[in-house]
């Protein structure tokens, strides 16, 4: 079954305690994206990747990293984690194809608190 | 910003047809036209796209102005379950950022 996955899908940590966000696609998609949404802003996009080891800023990457060391995985990574990023986080993949078929797949959500 | 408009919520009769309108003013001719829509905090789910020329799939209809300034998704007969957030895109598919903005809230009433 293609899919996303997003792993932990419930997450609550400290303030300043680094955790990873894992995502991982079976689609060998080029495209990966991760997104925060929170309550009245709608779905802001923190960073993409082209393909592996190519990565660039959304929209609010500020205190986030990204790696895309192998085409499947995306992983999110908050060094320092603070109040200000607990959110709903998720992660979405699509092809990079002629025809414009891009349509993005998402994950299921990550729901981050950061006390 | 958004490079759509859309209104904030809208309501829609069960079982009538629900005609959700996108501005995109500023839309270049390489770009598609995408919907999304999400129930609750599920993950967005797709649901069609075009360029210029109309298209029907098994969800929804996206018709698209001949200036392809605007575009509106019609779900023929909606049910209950169509209440959600849907969100309308412009994307070219290369190295650009997407930007959803806030979308529909689209409201079926019984």
């Known amino acids: 079954e293609a899919q996303v996955t997003q792993n932990p899908r419930y997450l609550i940590t400290v303030t300043g305690k680094k955790l990873t966000v894992t995502c991982s696609q079976n689609m060998n998609h080029e495209y990966m994206s991760w997104y925060r949404q929170d309550p009245g802003l709608g779905l802001r996009q923190i960073y993409y990747?082209?393909?592996?080891?190519?990565?660039d800023k959304g929209d609010v990457p500020e205190g986030y990293k990204v790696s895309r060391k192998e085409k499947r995985n995306f992983p999110l990574i908050l060094e320092s984690p603070s109040p200000n990023q607990t959110s709903l986080y998720f992660c979405a993949s699509s092809p990079l194809l002629g025809g414009g078929t891009y349509e993005q797949y998402f994950g299921p959500g990550t729901r981050l608190t950061v006390t | 910003d958004a490079k759509t408009t859309q209104p904030p919520s809208m309501d829609c009769a069960e079982g009538r047809a629900a005609n959700l309108p996108c501005n995109h003013s500023?839309?270049?001719?390489?770009?598609?036209v995408y919907w999304y829509r999400q129930i609750h905090s599920q993950g967005p789910q797709y649901i069609i796209h075009?360029?210029?020329n109309n298209e029907t799939n098994e969800m929804a209809s996206l018709i698209i102005t001949e200036d392809r300034k605007s575009s509106t998704l019609i779900l023929p007969h909606a049910t209950l379950r169509d209440t959600a957030v849907y969100y309308c895109i412009v994307r070219e598919g290369r190295d650009d950022k997407i930007i959803f903005g806030k979308g529909t809230r689209l409201h079926i009433l019984p």
């Open positions: 990747s082209m393909n592996v080891e190519v990565t």
């Open positions: 500023t839309i270049s001719g390489n770009e598609y």
């Open positions: 075009g360029l210029k």
